[in-house]
Structure formats: structure tokens, C-alpha cells
């Protein structure tokens, strides 16, 4: 009696797969060291425009990943350095050029504030990015604990183009732009919980019908005036946090804020 075939061993996965969700983490990368390199050379518009394209890339680096199955500690930790560069460096840096680097004009004291708060910023970028990494897996994927870096990152891209649009520069908001980064900075290192629009698991993956046609009207918005637009909806998010806290502290009993 002949002994049964065993079955032949399945074919492992292509290594070369691993290298699309990298290849976008990358692309994210150079956007956010292109966004430093521009606004080093006063191109602001354009290097806020840098810092959206990596916030898009760093989107769908992790989507690619989950649907190729190529998810890897490699690729979690490489993205996470790419996201200092370019939601922590970058928009530091950007708004450092654009506006605060002006304070220096107001004496030595508000000159250093310039560049701490530059610092402040990146700093918080880096200990959001970390407790982000250590709470995998221990925290509701419904919410972010604090502003997410890609978020706070785009609310300081938009707001620097908004101004650059409408012909203001850094050294006339030098204080605006100083509220701007330490408020951004302090969003990030906050416990203020932020809806994270990822849902809970694949039956949530469904959206309305209505959730469409309203992402399709922003997109279409964004397209007739990107910098308003994006600054809009950068900023009704920012705030979404803080009044998502006070909603829920209205609603205990007897309506006490402590």
C-alpha cells in the first residue's frame, strides 16, 4: 500500500511585497523632509503642501499594509520615525521659519520663546508619537488619547497657508503663530480623547450613505480652496476634543465642569 502524498509546503510570501506599504511610509518620508528643505528657503506654500501629502501617504501606508496582510514591527517602527520628521520636525520647523523666528525682533526674551516653542512642539510630536506606541492594542480604536500628530501637523501647515494666501506674513502673526504651535503642541500630550474615524472592527468598516456625500463635498471644497478648507476642518477638529471633554462634563449630574 502506497504511503499518501504529503502535501507540498506552502509557498512562502514574496519578500518583495513588504516593500509597497514601505515604499508610501518613504514617500511620506521625503514629503516631510521636502517640506523642511522648502520652507528653509522661505517657499511656505509649498512646504505646508509637502506636509499634506505625507499626511496622506501616512494614510494609506497602513491601509496597503492591512490589505496586502504585509504588516511588520519594522514597518510599525519605520513609519512612526518617518511621522517625527514629518508631522514633528517639519511643521516645527516650518512655523519657526514662517513666524516665530521673527520674535527676535521684540528682544532677546521673545526670541528665545521662538525657537522653544519650535522645540515645544517637536518634543510633544515625539511623546505623542511614543505613548501612541505603547498603548497598541490597550485603548479604544475608536478614539486617539490626544491630537493626533498628522492632525496637529495639518493644523499648522494650514493655518501658515491660509495666512501665506491671504498676504500675511510670519512677522506680522508672530503671536498668533506662537498660540497656534504651543496650543497644537499641548493637544498632542493631552489625554482629550479624538474620534479616530477607524471604527471598532469589520462591521464597522460600513459607512452611510450621507457619510459619502459629505466626504465628496469636502473634497470638492478642498479643491476650490485648499488652504481655507483644510484650515477649517483642521481647526473644527482640534477644537472637536476639548468640546467633546466639556460636553461630557455638562452631562453628569447637576451639570458641575469639575
Not at 161 to 184: D, H, I, K, N, S
Not at 232 to 241: D, E, N, Q, R, V
Amino acid at each position: 500500500m502506497e504511503s499518501p502524498t504529503p502535501p507540498a509546503p506552502a509557498r512562502p510570501r514574496a519578500r518583495g511585497i513588504y516593500l509597497l506599504p514601505n515604499l508610501f511610509t518613504t514617500g511620506g518620508l521625503f514629503a516631510g523632509f521636502y517640506a523642511i528643505i522648502a520652507a528653509a528657503q522661505g517657499q511656505f506654500a509649498d512646504a505646508c503642501t509637502a506636509v499634506f501629502i505625507a499626511a496622506v501617504l501616512d494614510g494609506l501606508d497602513g491601509r496597503v499594509a492591512r490589505l496586502t496582510n504585509t504588516q511588520s514591527e519594522f514597518g510599525t517602527q519605520y513609519d512612526s520615525l518617518a511621522d517625527l520628521v514629518s508631522f514633528g520636525l517639519a511643521p516645527a520647523l516650518l512655523m519657526y521659519h514662517w513666524a516665530l523666528g521673527a520674535l527676535r525682533l521684540d528682544g532677546a526674551t521673545p526670541g528665545k520663546l521662538g525657537w522653544i516653542a519650535a522645540f515645544l512642539y517637536a518634543a510633544c510630536a515625539a511623546l505623542r508619537l511614543a505613548r501612541f506606541n505603547a498603548q497598541v492594542g490597550q485603548v479604544d480604536k475608536r478614539w486617539f488619547i490626544g491630537l493626533a500628530s498628522p492632525a496637529a501637523a495639518g493644523l499648522v501647515a494650514s493655518f501658515i497657508w491660509t495666512c501665506v494666501a491671504f498676504g500675511f506674513t510670519g512677522e506680522e502673526l508672530r503671536y498668533p503663530a506662537l498660540a497656534v504651535t504651543v496650543t497644537a503642541a499641548l493637544l498632542m500630550v493631552s489625554r482629550t480623547r479624538y474620534f479616530s474615524f477607524k471604527g471598532g472592527g469589520p462591521r464597522n468598516d460600513r459607512v452611510p450613505f450621507l457619510a459619502i456625500i459629505v466626504v465628496v463635498a469636502a473634497l470638492v471644497a478642498i479643491a476650490i480652496d485648499p488652504p481655507t478648507v483644510l484650515l477649517a476642518i483642521t481647526g473644527l477638529y482640534a477644537l472637536s476634543g476639548p468640546g467633546y471633554w466639556a460636553w461630557r462634563r455638562l452631562r453628569r449630574p447637576g451639570g458641575a465642569m469639575a
